[in-house]
Nanobody, 121 residues
Framework: QVQLVESGGGLVQPGGSLRLSCAAS????????MDWFRQAPGKQRELVAR???????YYVDSMKGRFTISRDNAKNTVCLQMNSLKPEDTAVYYC???????????????WGQGTQVTVSS
């Protein structure tokens, strides 16, 4: 019913930048929070940044000042601008959204398939 598709991952050198995008599609009535998570090899998936429908943002401390989350409510998209990338930012990045469909009447979590970000020289 709802699909989240990420794009924009790749290989970048330390200190470089990448911009991730996520587009939500399907029988969407409303989207509450949209987030980015990441999962590095051998580690648990962790929250990177969150942006509510009202515009409130939350960043994990290690990303503050380097990452910026933004969204276009009209297009149901969320982006993550990542600057000053470090090798420890290497991970699969996942888009997540709390979505109410035209059929559900309540918000449910949806995930994208993930996009690989590798920071290496």
């Amino acid at each position: 019913q709802v699909q989240l598709v990420e794009s924009g991952g790749g290989l970048v050198q330390p200190g470089g930048s990448l911009r991730l995008s996520c587009a939500a599609s399907g029988s969407i009535f409303s989207i509450n929070a949209m987030d980015w998570f990441r999962q590095a090899p051998g580690k648990q998936r962790e929250l990177v940044a969150r942006l509510t429908s009202g515009g409130s943002t939350y960043y994990v401390d290690s990303m503050k000042g380097r990452f910026t989350i933004s969204r276009d409510n009209a297009k149901n998209t969320v982006c993550l601008q990542m600057n000053s990338l470090k090798p420890e930012d290497t991970a699969v990045y996942y888009c997540h959204a709390d979505v109410m469909t035209h059929f559900s009447g309540r918000y449910s979590p949806y995930w994208g398939q993930g996009t690989q970000v590798t920071v290496s020289s």
